[in-house]
């Protein structure tokens, strides 16, 4: 079947402007996380859903940052006034299992450039 | 605060040789991940390490936890080139997740 997506591939913008990445997970899996890969940060955690419990939001850098997850399925990570430093590759996985104990199968990524 | 160190940070071996990446971490864990990154790529899973003692291979990799060192480590038996590549472990606490800095793998004929 069809693996996790991700839109838009890429993204520029200007800083201040507000963002909206999509992730469209594997069908059925029940868990999906979101991350950011940066130079200057590396490999960061952002935030975790399981199901269509409330998330734990505290992985998220600021109070710009906001997600949600519709129906148990997609998710989008929203950006408000956004920051040159929120430039980054925003990657989602998703998994079968919550709790993290299954394989993660991961999206492309969105390269967000904020100009 | 949960704090995760690989090392080494690049690592260049030739064919059929063996290796191996460490990745030590601050605290205790709840599970420990290791991805793979291919150039320009996204992040690939590799193995989920549960329990202290759990050791699980795929090919040329093993990966192996001590919880009680905070200890875990990437084996790479008779290197290829197909393994070249960004080699990330990941801890997760509480679901508090952190990477390590990651270990650029290249092998070389």
């Known amino acids: 079947g069809a693996g996790v997506s991700q839109s838009p591939s890429n993204k520029v913008t200007e800083k201040g402007k507000d963002v909206e990445l999509r992730c469209d997970p594997i069908?059925?899996?029940?868990?999906l996380y979101w991350y950011r890969q940066s130079l200057g940060q590396g490999l960061e955690f952002l935030i975790y859903?399981?199901?269509?419990?409330?998330?734990?939001k505290s992985g998220l850098p600021s109070d710009r940052f906001s997600a949600e997850r519709t129906g148990g399925s997609v998710s989008t990570l929203t950006i408000q006034r956004t920051q040159q430093e929120d430039s980054a590759v925003y990657l989602c996985?998703?998994?079968?299992?919550?709790?993290?104990?299954?394989?993660?199968?991961f999206g492309p990524g969105t390269r967000l450039t904020v100009l | 605060e949960l704090k995760v160190e690989q090392n080494p940070l690049f690592l260049s071996m030739q064919e059929g040789k063996n290796y191996t990446i460490y990745c030590n971490y601050s605290?205790?864990?709840?599970?420990l991940y290791w991805y793979r990154q291919d150039p320009g790529k996204s992040l690939e899973s590799l193995f989920v390490l549960l329990s202290n003692g759990a050791v699980k291979q795929e090919g040329r990799l093993m990966a192996s936890l001590d919880t009680k060192a905070r200890l875990s480590t990437l084996h790479i038996t008779a290197a290829v080139h197909d393994l070249s590549a960004t080699y990330f472990c990941?801890?997760?606490?509480?679901?508090?997740?952190?990477f390590g800095a990651g270990t650029r793998l290249t092998v070389k004929p």
């Open positions: 990941a801890v997760d606490r509480l679901n508090d997740m952190r």
């Open positions: 605290t205790t864990s709840d599970r």
């Open positions: 069908s059925g899996h029940t868990a």
């Open positions: 996985a998703s998994s079968s299992i919550a709790g993290g104990a299954d394989t993660q199968y």
């Open positions: 859903f399981q199901g269509n419990s409330a998330p734990d």
